[in-house]
């Protein structure tokens, strides 16, 4: 039996649990993952509960992706590369692993016939989680990256991770309500939470005339999950824009996490029939 959970605030919107549950049960597994709402505040009480209550793992969700990892006796390469971690191994010793499964993730859910190697992609946001997108296209071969943020300013801290990690790849900046053309872009990755339900949910974070300018085999990559299909992946695909919705980067993610805890792989199409269910 594997005690798992999740830590993040708020968690209201969260269907971690029913994509971790339905994987185990596909892997004939029996675990159970609680829903630990946690504010940065909390976060050492919350881990001296967890490494006393009999926990396996856990995952780590916004605001505590960065600060989880001041807690950890042990980080993988990815968690290292991004600065941040999502996913923690308990071992039997109470020592904590972290892991960052988003990377895989939002590599997976690129189809295997899209070449990346040499382009250009625009990334829409400096947040968190376009630190996943970036250790990710600069695995696939990306050679230019254009980020479009509202405050430039605020941005410098990720510029400066992402050049020294990534010496190999050309980074620009630019302000977004001044996008640039986005022609030369071979894919495009929304990661601001623009569009997501109960945020800016009738919203995209670039206008219909930015779409229209798109050359017609740019990839549009929106990493938000719920609504399953935002504004911005719907106005690109009546465009005729190959799209990626973010809920197989969701369930790339919890699929890896299990992997992590277990050493079992889940049916990734039993956790997507449950999360498109969560979600309707």
């Not at 300018?213 to 992946?233: E, S």
Request: with cysteine; net charge neutral.
């Amino acid at each position: 039996m594997y005690k798992l959970g999740i830590i993040g605030y708020p968690l209201g919107h969260s269907i971690s649990a029913v994509i971790q549950k339905a994987g185990f049960e596909s892997l004939g597994i029996e675990g159970s993952y609680d829903v630990l709402e946690t504010s940065p505040e909390e976060l050492i009480p919350r881990i001296k509960f967890l490494k006393t209550n009999g926990y396996n793992g856990f995952n780590v969700t916004i605001p505590l992706k960065v600060p989880m990892s001041l807690f950890l006796d042990d980080i993988d390469d990815y968690a290292n590369i991004a600065g941040c971690v999502n996913t923690v191994k308990i071992l039997d010793d109470k020592s904590f692993i972290g892991y960052n499964t988003d990377i895989y993730g939002f590599k997976k859910a690129i189809p295997q016939n899209v070449i990346l190697t040499g382009k250009r992609a625009s990334i829409l946001g400096t947040g968190g989680a376009s630190r996943a997108a970036v250790v990710g296209l600069a695995e696939l071969g990306i050679k230019y990256i254009d980020f479009y943020t509202r405050n430039i300013i605020n941005s410098r801290q990720t510029l400066d991770y992402v050049r020294a990690k990534f010496p190999n790849v050309d980074f620009n900046v630019y302000q977004i309500q001044n996008i640039r053309s986005l022609e030369e872009s071979a894919i495009i990755v929304n990661a601001t939470p623009i569009g997501m339900k109960g945020f800016m949910a009738d919203e995209m974070p670039l206008e219909v005339k930015d779409l229209a300018k798109l050359n017609g085999n740019t990839l549009v990559y929106d990493i938000v999950y719920n609504p399953i299909k935002t504004v911005l992946i719907r106005k690109s695909e009546e465009r005729g824009l190959m799209t990626i919705s973010g809920l197989d980067m969701l369930i790339y993610q919890a699929q890896r996490a299990i992997e992590i805890w277990t050493g079992k792989i889940p049916d990734f199409n039993v956790m997507k029939l449950a999360a498109l269910e969560a979600l309707h």
